[in-house]
């Protein structure tokens, strides 16, 4: 599958694989923010995309951001769907107890390429009974 990337802005990086068997591409920040405890923002990649027919981006977290500064993607997986064409942005939170100095460069998030499928929605008056039927949030335990 090609993805066809424009950069935008001079400092920006083409998403790539850190490794052959990596399933997300890192995302880079062209900007350089002082994230405070508690903040919310919005880091620009300097970046525009654009995929094939009937797939995604998916914006996910990368986990050593995540365990070793508690930074992560707000709305994680962040969607950008297949006809958006503007600039990917990436919404990080701080929720760790330091502030956390993102730099030009800086691996700030993944994308993950993924298929979509167009659903045709039935109303229906019932639906079938499962053996889980409406047990959920914590339904089935911790052990």
């Known amino acids: ?50 995929l094939p027919k009937n797939t995604e981006a998916q914006i996910r977290p990368r986990s050593g951001l995540a365990l070793k500064h508690s930074i992560t993607v707000l709305n994680s997986p962040g969607t950008i769907d297949e006809g958006y064409r503007g600039e990917i942005g990436v919404i990080l939170i701080n929720h760790g107890k330091d502030a956390f100095h993102i730099e030009v460069g800086m691996r700030i998030a993944q994308m993950v390429i993924q298929p979509t499928y167009k659903v045709v929605i039935n109303e229906v008056s019932k639906l079938s009974v499962t053996a889980r039927n409406e047990g959920g949030f914590g339904s089935s335990g911790i052990r």
């Open 1 to 50: 599958m090609n993805i066809k990337v424009l950069k935008t802005h001079p400092l920006a990086k083409v998403p790539e694989y850190a490794h052959p068997a990596d399933a997300g591409m890192d995302l880079y920040s062209v900007e350089e923010k002082l994230l405070q405890p508690g903040e919310t923002s919005l880091l620009k990649t300097g970046i525009k995309i654009g």
